[in-house]
């Protein structure tokens, strides 16, 4: 890849290229194939890279580059997929066109996080063409669906590639790398079916009101949960929102269907056990009322991440933060979860940092990335695996 080097220019513009082609992949919940192919054909001429794709579905493949082949294991996660662009009319530019426009450059996936994993791969490249002596092994967990649900890293955690991690970097944006994140807040989304019995709307007694029913379930998960009042100090309280609903077959009908979606992102004071167990007594108590017919499930939900600030891992990502960077991170908390969730269920007891680059952008139109962050977040990633596997090697 850097066939020229001493001359920054050129190497910063392979970089970048690498970058582009990953958002040209309209990744969106799905083909993460396309991105794992590319991906892995960068390392093809890297002997020491030991490549796995992870078949999830078809177009959907996890992938796993290890470079090293014995000592302390650092995690490096980034996902594949991407969310829906929306509108393109709202786009300045085609989301899957990157353009660059004076420091920045667009595209969907520039900020959360295509930069991110480009520039972890781009990392792990250097270290492997420029022949870095570092004490251990890296292993890059490149996943799908952590849009939807974290199932890529779900699966990669069930068939063994993150156990016994001596830690674990997550490459999700935090502020144009201002932020170093080691706590994070967990998320269940849930889905509630309300059953009722279709009439003419001219008797409405003689039938069920499926979406009355519903409003029923709304209103008490809404203030039971909302009676969860204690507060992490950083990442605040817990959120509780309905977010999708539908129902009813025509206007002149008392509907026999409905259902809505919720999103709950928790904090580390409230297991998920505690929302299950308050969401299914409010559908068991208005089961018990005549007329009412409700189910709940849940999708892919994720704990809270109560991480350590004092941690090693942190530490370390500090002191090399320094090294690049003119004022310490902020040391702070994710509000969104990630596929750490997933991974730090691995074998083993290891700890996690997040960060990347990327803008306040992310899942909107005309998201962005800082070329110059992006390009810093590749030396990071180089002097921070480095320097954290010699500490670790240290340990030993």
Not at 57 to 70: E, I, Q
Not at 207 to 218: C, P, R
Not at 329 to 345: H, P
Request: net charge negative; charged share 20%.
């Amino acid at each position: 890849m850097l066939q020229a080097k001493g001359d920054v220019n050129v190497e910063d513009s392979q970089k970048i290229a690498i970058l582009k082609k990953i958002i040209t992949f309209p990744s969106v919940n799905g083909n993460e194939t396309e991105v794992a192919d590319f991906i892995k054909n960068l390392f093809k001429k890297i002997p020491t890279a030991k490549c796995t794709k992870v078949n999830y579905s078809p177009n959907r493949d996890n992938l796993v580059v290890t470079l090293g082949d014995k000592g302390p294991l650092l995690g490096f996660s980034g996902h594949m997929d991407v969310v829906d662009p929306g509108k393109e009319a709202d786009w300045q530019t085609p989301p899957f066109q990157p353009v660059i426009k004076g420091s920045r450059l667009y595209g969907r996936g520039a900020s959360d996080m295509k930069s991110g994993l480009a520039a972890l791969v781009v990392a792990m490249l250097e270290l492997a063409e420029e022949d870095v002596s570092f004490a251990g092994r890296i292993r890059l967990l490149a996943s799908i669906g952590e849009e939807t649900g974290e199932y890529g890293a779900a699966q990669l955690v069930k068939k063994g590639y993150a156990d016994n991690l001596a830690g674990l970097l997550v490459a999700e944006p935090t502020d144009d790398m201002r932020e170093i994140v080691y706590t994070a807040r967990g998320v269940i989304d849930y889905r509630v079916v309300s059953n009722g019995k279709a009439a003419h709307s001219a008797a409405p007694q003689d039938g069920i009101n499926a979406i009355d029913n519903l409003f029923s379930f709304y209103k008490l998960a809404k203030q039971r949960l909302a009676e969860l009042t204690a507060a992490d100090p950083v990442l605040g309280k817990v959120t509780h929102s309905i977010t999708k609903i539908k129902g009813g077959e025509q206007v002149n009908s008392i509907p026999s269907y409905a259902e809505l979606m919720g999103n709950i992102r928790t904090i580390p004071q409230y297991p998920n056990h505690i929302f299950f167990q308050a969401l299914q007594k409010v559908v068991s108590e208005l089961n018990e009322r005549p007329g009412y017919d409700l189910s709940i499930s849940y999708s892919f939900p994720e704990e809270a991440i109560a991480g350590d600030p004092q941690s090693e891992i942190i530490q370390v990502a500090q002191r090399i933060y320094q090294k690049h960077w003119p004022h310490p991170a902020i040391i702070s908390g994710g509000l969104g979860a990630n596929d750490a969730s997933e991974l730090l269920q691995a074998q083993g007891n290891f700890n996690f940092l997040e960060i990347g680059p990327g803008s306040d952008t992310s899942h909107q139109s005309n998201e962005y990335v800082e070329i110059e962050t992006y390009l810093k977040a590749t030396a990071f990633y180089k002097d921070f695996a480095v320097a954290f596997l010699a500490q670790q090697q240290r340990s030993l």
